[in-house]
């Protein structure tokens, strides 16, 4: 399988497991039996195995299952890092945990946070990012219960 610069050996058995994860929520789905599995999918790809199949195989068995009325559910997109970073950031401007809740602010955080000086958050190494998530994950909880200690009525409603 040819590589490409943003493939790497994880993503690849990420997809896989995806796309592994999406036909048996199909079957599920779609109400097959093992026996009815099984058969669409030897007729379709020549396996008896979904595990036995490449990503070729994979795709065409989906295709397939779409074709017989199944629908995937449109999953649940998680942000990356640098949007989680931007997020948190801005909770802690709502919590008034931040004076300045410009980018230059957030980058001179991240700046302190990591040693590293970047023109932008996704620029951060994977590592480093999550590093600054938690050191924002930490402060906003620290602000959350400043708040909620600064007036408690605020945590019942």
Request: aromatic share 8%.
């Amino acid at each position: 399988m040819p590589r490409t610069a943003h493939t790497n050996q994880a993503n690849i058995d990420a997809q896989r497991k995806r796309e592994l994860g999406l036909i048996h929520q199909a079957k599920a789905a779609l109400h097959w039996s093992d026996d009815d599995y099984r058969y669409h999918l030897q007729q379709q790809t020549g396996h008896a195995s979904a595990a036995d199949l490449d990503a070729a195989g994979r795709r065409k068995m989906i295709e397939h299952l779409a074709s017989c009325g199944w629908a995937p559910r449109i999953p649940f997109k998680s942000f990356g890092q640098p949007e989680k970073i931007r997020w948190l950031w801005r909770k802690l401007a709502e919590a008034g945990a931040v004076h300045d809740a410009s980018n230059a602010a957030l980058l001179a955080f991240v700046g302190r946070t990591t040693g590293l000086g970047l023109a932008d958050v996704r620029f951060l190494p994977p590592a480093q990012a999550s590093t600054v998530i938690e050191a924002l994950k930490s402060w906003l909880g620290r602000a959350q219960r400043a708040q909620v200690a600064a007036d408690p009525s605020a945590s019942r409603s």
